[in-house]
């Protein structure tokens, strides 16, 4: 059971790996924007921003895959936009499992950077301003620094979150080996077969490790933040 992995195996963890840093890179930028705009924005309407961030921790996964299965599919809005304009196919493609593990991550994303949005001295930021910085460089050189932990900890949650996406991903992108066959999608296909148990756990214990090492990698962000505010 713990011996080498199969090439079954390694495929379904380096496409995992893939989708979970294809999504990172969507999610960090998107994320510490959603962040900034809920923490600090007062303007109508945020209450709805904030529950669009937060939806897909509430809704089924597969409700998620199939609203992007609408939207994003071959015959969908964007998707069809996407097709002509691009040459871009979503749908049951590599890209599409990232897309569907970064709406599934966002809200996790969000939550640690938005804490740490919250918790900036707002003193610092307007000494800065008053000493003729502008608002650029107060975000850059005062904001995102001390937000700095929320931000890699969100980064840490996100991937892991991507990483393990399942019900979203499989609807949206199915289970295809070599493209979408991410290793939540390849555990479920193992236990489809005979004798496939074996595989499923090995599978399984691969992502237990990463996800309890995102965990302690954020845990790790907010105790750091938390020194840090005590310092303060």
């Known amino acids: ?32 924007g959603l962040a900034w705009l809920l923490a600090r924005g007062r303007f109508p309407g945020r209450w709805l921003v904030e529950a669009l961030v937060n939806l897909p921790l509430v809704l089924p996964p597969v409700v998620t895959g199939l609203v992007l299965l609408l939207v994003f599919g071959a015959q969908g809005p964007a998707g069809a936009w996407m097709r002509e304009t691009f040459g871009v196919t979503l749908a049951f493609h590599w890209t ?6 970064a709406v599934m991550a966002i809200p996790l994303v969000v939550r640690p950077i938005r804490l740490s949005f919250e918790a900036v001295d707002r003193g610092l930021e307007q000494a800065a301003a008053t000493l003729g910085a502008a608002p650029w460089q107060v975000f850059l050189r005062i904001t995102l620094p001390l937000a700095a932990p929320g931000i890699v900890a969100g980064a840490f ?57 995102a965990i302690l990698a954020a845990e790790a962000c907010n105790r750091r933040l938390h020194r840090a505010r005590q310092a303060a």
Do not use: D, K, W
Not at 24 to 32: E, F, H, I, K, S
Not at 96 to 101: D, F, I, K
């Open 157 to 213: 949650l996100g991937f892991a979150r991507a990483f393990g996406e399942f019900g979203a991903t499989v609807t949206f992108a199915g289970s295809i080996p070599g493209e979408t066959q991410t290793l939540p999608v390849a555990i479920y296909a193992s236990l489809q077969r005979a004798e496939g148990e074996t595989s499923a756990v090995r599978l399984a214990v691969i992502s237990v490790a990463v996800a309890v090492a």
């Open 1 to 32: 059971m713990f011996g080498p992995l199969t090439p079954f195996e390694v495929e379904a963890l380096l496409l995992s790996l893939r989708v979970g840093a294809a999504s990172l890179l969507v999610t960090a930028p998107l994320g510490v």
């Open 96 to 101: 599409g499992a990232a897309l569907a593990a």
